[in-house]
């Protein structure tokens, strides 16, 4: 789960940098450990001093406003497991808890069965296989439900009993002295971990936990036009949660290889062809062996110039999301041979006599035959 920093800061999501700095300000003025001390205010200074550095950073705000974390670790093989922000949970309602004084009324335990987490396994595809889609065949280690208990977790008839530690209630309660007067703080039950009951007599299969780990084989359809990065979901394949919980999604990642002739520009492909120099001055033709269309021949024609491109319209990638197929571009390198013989030098020599005409000379910057040259300097000057 994403956290909500702009909550985090009381203010909304179209706040300026000045309002963001306001915000925290006054925060900062009640919570600043050399104004309050108290341990649950450090640590809620903390997070909304993290808060404010990641929505004054315009790249991590970017990704907060998509919904994402910027400080959360997408990476890793192990998948995203939602963890990670339930100790300041806690803290939280500690401290807005005590405040509204709505005290006496512990919250609810809650219950050993949980929804399973979310899990990720990457695969490698050829651009062939994104380019048509495929069915993956592939191997996933997740958390299954356990077939002896059921997810009860319980060994045979046995049934589980209320939590002494926390009487059944999930959680263990503490009073604390902070800036706002006594705060009543809780804590999940470090017996029965927040689940209010505890199984004396476990599943000898599980250990109580209702689940084990297994590998199993999954069929995983990749649709048509996928790229490097793209995640397919498979719903309700991923880890089973704790007591036989509702299992989270798998996510396959797809990891595409590099192709032998083509490289890929969203749905174009671009690939280069060696002309020779003769083959540019009086046009030939060539055979291109496209990923979806098979062999295709691209004409060159007479005189072609070094760096030009033959736009294929439409037979680059499809597009994941249906529409229009991408371009496949041709980009023209000329070879210029430079070992010749005896009478091929000589007939070069008569083809000069006949073109004298053509010489090297230094363009002016605004000749038309600069132009080309000129506008691709001038872009990569400015960076475009
Ligand atoms: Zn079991
Ligand atoms: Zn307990």
Same mark, same amino acid.
């Given at each position: 789960m994403a956290r909500d920093y702009y909550g985090l800061l009381g203010? !909304?999501?179209?706040?300026s940098d000045a309002e963001l700095k306001r915000a925290y300000r006054k925060l900062a003025r009640e919570l600043h450990p050399d104004v309050n001390p108290d341990e649950v205010a450090q640590a809620r200074f903390k997070e909304v001093s993290t808060a404010y550095e990641v929505l004054t950073d315009p790249e991590k705000r970017r990704i907060v406003d998509l919904g !994402?974390?910027?400080?959360?670790?997408?990476? !890793?093989? =192990?998948? $995203?497991?939602?963890?990670? $922000?339930g100790g300041l949970g806690d803290v939280f309602e500690a401290f807005f808890g005590g405040m509204n004084?709505? =005290? !006496?009324?512990p919250r609810k335990p809650r219950g050993r069965t949980q929804p399973g987490a979310d899990s990720l396994i990457r695969t490698r595809l050829s651009l062939a296989e994104c380019a048509v889609g495929v069915t993956k065949h592939l191997t996933v280690d997740t958390a299954i439900l356990c077939d002896l208990c059921q997810g009860a977790g +319980?060994? =045979?008839k046995s049934q589980p009993v209320r939590c002494e530690t926390c009487d059944g209630a999930g959680e263990v309660q503490s009073v604390q002295r902070s800036f706002l007067g006594q705060v009543l703080t809780s804590r999940p039950c470090p017996t029965c971990r927040g689940a209010g009951e505890t199984i004396p007599?476990?599943? +000898?299969?599980?250990g109580g936990d209702g689940r084990v780990r297994a590998r199993r084989e999954i069929a995983a359809p990749i649709p048509a036009g996928v790229a490097n990065g793209m995640r397919v979901r498979l719903t309700a394949q991923g880890e089973v949660g704790p007591g036989g919980g509702a299992p989270g999604d798998l996510f396959v990642e797809v990891v595409e290889q590099p192709h032998d002739t083509f490289v890929r520009d969203s749905n174009d492909l671009h690939c280069t062809v060696r002309v020779p120099m003769v083959d540019a001055i009086l046009g030939t033709t060539v055979v291109v062996d496209t990923i979806l269309d098979g062999p295709t021949e691209l004409t060159i024609n007479a005189g072609t110039q070094p760096g030009e491109v033959i736009q294929l319209r439409g037979h680059g990638m499809p597009s994941v999301r249906g529409g229009a197929r991408g371009d496949l571009l041709a980009h023209l390198d000329i070879v210029v041979p430079n070992k010749l013989d005896g009478k091929q030098t000589d007939l070069l020599r008569k083809f000069k006599g006949m073109r004298d005409k053509d010489r090297a000379e230094v363009m002016s910057t605004g000749s038309e035959h600069n132009s080309g040259l000129f506008a691709r300097l001038r872009a990569s000057f400015s960076g475009r």
């Open positions: 203010v !909304g999501k179209n706040a !994402g974390d910027p400080l959360e670790n997408g990476g !890793g093989g =192990g998948g $995203f497991s939602g963890a990670g $922000f004084g709505q =005290g !006496g009324s +319980t060994n =045979g007599d476990p599943c +000898t299969k599980c």
